[in-house]
């Protein structure tokens, strides 16, 4: 293997932090520990880079995750071994879900003391395995440079996601006057491949046969880069579109062909498109279960269309008539140069977008008790839909996607996959770091605040203006509302009959906070938003609140519950006491 000389001697951790500076790096987030204390000694007095020290080890890779989510850049992760690994678990697993680009280091005892049970040693490889799109264990000290650029690379190309690289004590604070050949060495590793032309060609062919086709638009459009090539497309060719959760900002809400979330709680238009296509066609979306409730029936009548970087999304669920493997930029761009085929679609069009106006997401307003679907359309209105909205994960999660205006890519920042409550206040705030010219609003429940609240102490340390809205409804929401549903009312351990003064506790980390809870006095008082310092507003709603429309879990898209068409009454639920 080629050696390279060195000027000087250099350390493993000062070979970690050049190679990342080198890639482009700027900003890492994490926690340190005995095992990377050789790492944490040369960041000190490093320039380049800046660390943000999180407050738990979970906190840290859902800020790398926001910060990676809204940029597009990679999020950089690094914790101690043992409990420091198995803390970054559940964020590792959230960005393998939605497919986002982190490099997550951690600690190792020393290369002798490996399967010894050392003290605060794990088997982080083992664990992270089926989490990672690839991970390694150095032990080398020169072929640190080499792994980190594999490592990167591999996060950045084909389908994004999280790489884990653990790090031996003792690989870190060798010195070495000589590197291994840095150069990336993968060779059974396709980044990507390029989407044939006869396939391309094909989902022309179907559209021109096509009278009633659909898009689905998902988060691949905003992890290929795609948002102006597909609106390019849904203008050239009048499909109506059905968003993702994660796909929603690619295609504005107020376009007129865009028909809104589909799937569990999305809206009855864009169900029923799905239902009633004869064509779909799929755009970056893995068609999880929230999409499609009921594989076997779902587009019973339709041939569907699937371009998807990964190879192993397509046909995994739904029976794909004309699967693509490609970029999704490329693809769309290629099928835009294309002679348009002959297309009318506008009784099709016309159709759906009655069904749009028919039974609209819609709430009864009321002075006894705040609705936050109101509280969501003022701060829509105040932010004139260009906010990025980071959520956490429960009923507040679900209001967010259908009452905000989106407009932008990379705009809903949210735990899609995984659901991962915890996921909110750190995701902001790295999503804040990442766009500090931004307004970041947060919309958590009182269930995820308590998670992961201690990242609390970063927003006046490292001068982090996001505005948490704290949407408190003393109870799980959305498990309250299952139960309800479907357990005969029988609220078991979902209610919060004792809570913190969650005042108090924004007191005690020194931000700006207010407590909402007259539906009178809502709209100026929320105005409170638009001021650019930290801050937590605390809405109180009813805990009697649901989140509806909704397709019941194994259902079919059109067996969808609590759809209200504008001609009929609108039930308003009782107010909490």
Known sequence: MKKIKLEKPKSGSQLVLETLKELGVDIIFGYPGG???????????????????ARHEQGATHEAEGYAKSSGKVGVVVV?????????????ADA?????????FTGQVGRPSIGKDAFQEADTVGITAPITKYNYQIRSTEDIPRIVRE???????????PVE????????????????????????????????????????????QSKKPVIIAGGGINYADATEELRTFVEKYQIPVVSTLLGLGTLPITDKLQLGMGGM?????????????????????????????NPLRFAENAK??????????LGKIVTTDIPVVGDLKEALAKLNAYDKVPTDYASWASHVLKNKERAPFAYEDTNDFIRPQKMIELIGKYTDGDAIIVTDVGQHQMWTAQYYPYKNARQLI???????????????IGAKLANPDKNVICFVGDGGFQMTNQELAILNGYKVPIKIILVNNHSLGMVRQWQEAFYEERRSQSVFDEEPNFQLLAEAYGIKHVKLANPETLEEELQVINEDVPMLVEVLISKAEKVLPMVPAGMHNDEILGVVFKDEKKEVPECAE
């Open 35 to 53: 095992a990377m204390l050789p790492l944490y000694d040369a960041i000190h007095g490093f320039e380049g880079i800046q660390h943000i020290l």
């Open 80 to 92: 101690t071994s043992g409990p420091g690994a198995t803390n970054a678990v559940t964020g590792i």
């Open 96 to 104: 393998y879900l939605d497919s986002v680009p982190l490099i997550v």
């Open 151 to 161: 490592a990167y690379h591999l996060a950045t190309t084909g389908r994004p996601g």
């Open 165 to 208: 690289i653990d790090l031996p004590k003792d690989v870190s604070t060798i010195e070495v006057d000589e590197i291994n050949d840095p150069s990336i060495f993968l060779p059974n590793y396709h980044e990507t491949e390029h989407a044939d032309e006869q396939s391309l060609k094909e989902i022309l062919t179907a559209l021109s």
């Open 265 to 293: 709680h999305g809206s009855y238009a864009a169900n029923m498109a799905l239902v009633e296509a004869d064509y779909i066609i799929n755009l970056g979306s893995r068609f999880d279960d929230r999409l499609v409730s």
């Open 304 to 313: 569907v269309a699937h371009i998807d970087i990964d190879p192993a999304e």
């Open 414 to 428: 949210t735990s899609g996959g995984m659901g991962t409550m915890g996921f909110g206040i750190p995701a902001a």
